[in-house]
Structures are given as structure tokens and as C-alpha cells.
């Protein structure tokens, strides 16, 4: 872990910054290699170039930090105690006060960062969050082992959750029984929070999984990840109950063979905005542009959306080792909608893609 930080502070230094203070859960444990969520809590590593760096925990985490491997100093506080005072205190004796110190501007809160100026006055605080991001869009053998290993669960929970569609059940019931079967798998968690939707229902991107039943002729949508070893998967599949209309079959087939061509397009050194083109036109020419209502894809790793963003402004190229979605829809208001996602990492030789469950359309019952 040690390296990634002497990355970070050598590519700081460039934006005339001292030290970094790391609060997001994915950053914390992409440096420090302890998973927790704090909750309310500080959980921060604090890095500079004069010493080792510093991780920053309640009390009652020292021993879980221990056994997850972190080696250098730790700064634990209980629950009545200010953290930030502690915190000053420490750099003061140290002499450790960062002229300029890198945060995470996206994550940090207002109130978190008038602390850290009311205890450091006179430094200066710019935002780190594009040099974290960008560090972790490139991934190492070992993430790529845990992504892989994730998208395999992926695909075991959508496989159990087609094989709980039954008449009478609904979205509700087949979400609890295909998370129920990824924790006997020893899946602690899923990346965010599973969707099971069904009939006109799945017209939503973002719709919510509720008491609705699922009827005959419905198609039906899962889209679902699990966290492995705190790396994230992302997968989608759309498949019909009972029968399906000429209309469902054609709907299904354009977003699979946009998502086809899309994977095929995803190439080192190809600018990122022709990944989300070559899925787009082909929808556009089968007459469902404006039915397809979000970018392409995004990355994906400790966080399930994390940089790139495989939207048609991003100019920047495809690199080696980059890991992240490929999701085109096509979503008809008051009838329903079709979406086909697959996690890809990015290899000199083309995409492998992580994902494997079938992507033909199934015929459910």
C-alpha cells in the first residue's frame, strides 16, 4: 500500500501540494487496505513527505486495522473525544504542519472541512479527488483476481434470481431469494442496493422493487452487484415471463447487439466517448435513440461507479487495466424496457469481459 501513497505524493507535488488527508471509504482502503464504513466517525489516513503515514481510527478499530495489515502509526480516539484536536496536537509534535494539504472534495463536508481550517489556519486545501480517481482507474493482477471473482457472483445472483421467477411471486420475493442464495455463496454485501422490476416497471432505470406481482408476458430486470474483498460488480439482464411479444424480441435484441458492438469498440488507446457511440447509433437505427436516456457505462472497482465515465463527451483514451460497465437500455414510458450490462477489464488485447451469464433473450416458465 505504501507505494500507492508515494504515488499520490509525488503526483501532488505537481499541484504544489504537501500532504493529503484521505477520507472516503474506497480511498481510505485503496491506501491503507482497512475496509470499514465509519459511519459518523473520522476515518482518514493522513500522508505528507517528511514521515510514515498516519491512520486516523476510533479506538475500538485498532485491532481490526492491525489485522488487516496496516503497519504504521495509527492515531486512535474514543467516542468523547475531539478528533480534531487530537489531530492538531499530533502534527504539532511532529512538526508535521502541512503548508498545503490535498482532500477529497466530492466526499469531504462543509463542516468537516471548517474543522480542519479551524485547526490549520494557515494551510491551504486542494482538492485531490481527480489524482485518487485517476490513480485508481488502473488496475493491478490482484484487483483484476477480485473483480473477476465478483462478476462470478454476479452472475450466480442473477442466475438465482431467473430461477425464483414463478407466478404469484413478487419483485420483493425474488430479490430476498437471490440475495438470501449470494449469502450462503459468503457474500457480506451487495454494491448497491439490488433492483428485481418487472412490466412497465422496468421502463425505469432507477425504479424500485416492491410488492408487484409478476405477470405472464412481463419482462423482467436484474441489475445487481456484490462486494468482494471490497471490489465491486455490476451486471444486468432483462429476460420475459411466459411469452414474449415481436416487439419485446426486437427491443432485446437491439440493446444486446448494442452492447456487442460497444464491448468490440473497447480498444487501448480508443477515445472513451466511441464506446458510448458505438452503442448509441446502433439504437439510434433501429428508432430507439431517444428511448435510450443515460451514458454507456462507467467504472468500475472499490467503487461500483467510480472514473471513467463512458459518457459522449469523455475524449480521454482507454487504458490498459481499466475496469467498467457497458449498459446500454432502451426504456418505453407506460410499456416497459430492456437493459443488457456487462463489466469489462481492459487488457493490450482487447476487452475480457468479466460477466458471462447469457445475454440472449430467455424465455421464463
Not at 23 to 32: C, G, L
Not at 104 to 133: C, G, W, Y
Not at 333 to 347: A, K, N
Amino acid at each position: 500500500m505504501q507505494h500507492r501513497i508515494d504515488t499520490l505524493l509525488q503526483q501532488l507535488k505537481g499541484d504544489q501540494a504537501d500532504s493529503v488527508f484521505i477520507t472516503s471509504m474506497e480511498n481510505v482502503y485503496y491506501v491503507s487496505n482497512y475496509y470499514t464504513d465509519p459511519h459518523e466517525r473520522l476515518v482518514a489516513v493522513f500522508a505528507d513527505q517528511k514521515d510514515a503515514p498516519l491512520l486516523i481510527l476510533p479506538a475500538m478499530e485498532k485491532e481490526d486495522a492491525l489485522q488487516a495489515g496496516w503497519k504504521e502509526e495509527m492515531l486512535t480516539y474514543h467516542d468523547h473525544e475531539d478528533v480534531w484536536q487530537l489531530f492538531k496536537d499530533y502534527l504539532k509534535e511532529r512538526g508535521r504542519i502541512p503548508a498545503s494539504m490535498g482532500i477529497e472534495k466530492d466526499h469531504m463536508s462543509v463542516l468537516r472541512l471548517e474543522l480542519l481550517q479551524h485547526i490549520l489556519p494557515d494551510t491551504a486545501f486542494p482538492n485531490a479527488t481527480e489524482l485518487l480517481q485517476n490513480q485508481r482507474n488502473i488496475k493491478d493482477k490482484k484487483e483484476y483476481t477480485l473483480l473477476k471473482q465478483a462478476a462470478v457472483l454476479a452472475d450466480f445472483g442473477v442466475k438465482k434470481g431467473i430461477e425464483a421467477i414463478a407466478a404469484g411471486k413478487s419483485e420483493l420475493q425474488i430479490t430476498a431469494e437471490l440475495e438470501y442464495a449470494l449469502k450462503q455463496e459468503g457474500v457480506t454485501s451487495m454494491s448497491f442496493a439490488t433492483t428485481v422490476l418487472s412490466g412497465a416497471k422496468t421502463a425505469s432505470p432507477h425504479g424500485t422493487p416492491d410488492g408487484k406481482q409478476i405477470a405472464p408476458g412481463d419482462l423482467v430486470l436484474f441489475d445487481l452487484g456484490v462486494i468482494f474483498e471490497g471490489y465491486c460488480s455490476d451486471i444486468t439482464r432483462t429476460v420475459a415471463y411466459k411469452h414474449v411479444t415481436a416487439d419485446q424480441q426486437h427491443i432485446h435484441d437491439t440493446v444486446r447487439i448494442a452492447l456487442e458492438k460497444a464491448t468490440a469498440a473497447s480498444q487501448v488507446g480508443t477515445a472513451i466517448s466511441e464506446i458510448d457511440k458505438a452503442a448509441r447509433s446502433h439504437i439510434e437505427q433501429a428508432g430507439y435513440g431517444e428511448y435510450f436516456t443515460h451514458r454507456v457505462g462507467h467504472g468500475l472497482g472499490i467503487g461500483v461507479h467510480e472514473f471513467p465515465s463512458l459518457s459522449s463527451n469523455n475524449t480521454k483514451a482507454l487504458q490498459e487495466g481499466m475496469c467498467y460497465t457497458i449498459e446500454p437500455g432502451i426504456y418505453l414510458p407506460g410499456v416497459g424496457g430492456v437493459r443488457i450490462e456487462d463489466d469489462i477489464f481492459l487488457t493490450k488485447n482487447g476487452p475480457d469481459v468479466l460477466t458471462a451469464y447469457p445475454r440472449e433473450l430467455q424465455i421464463i416458465g
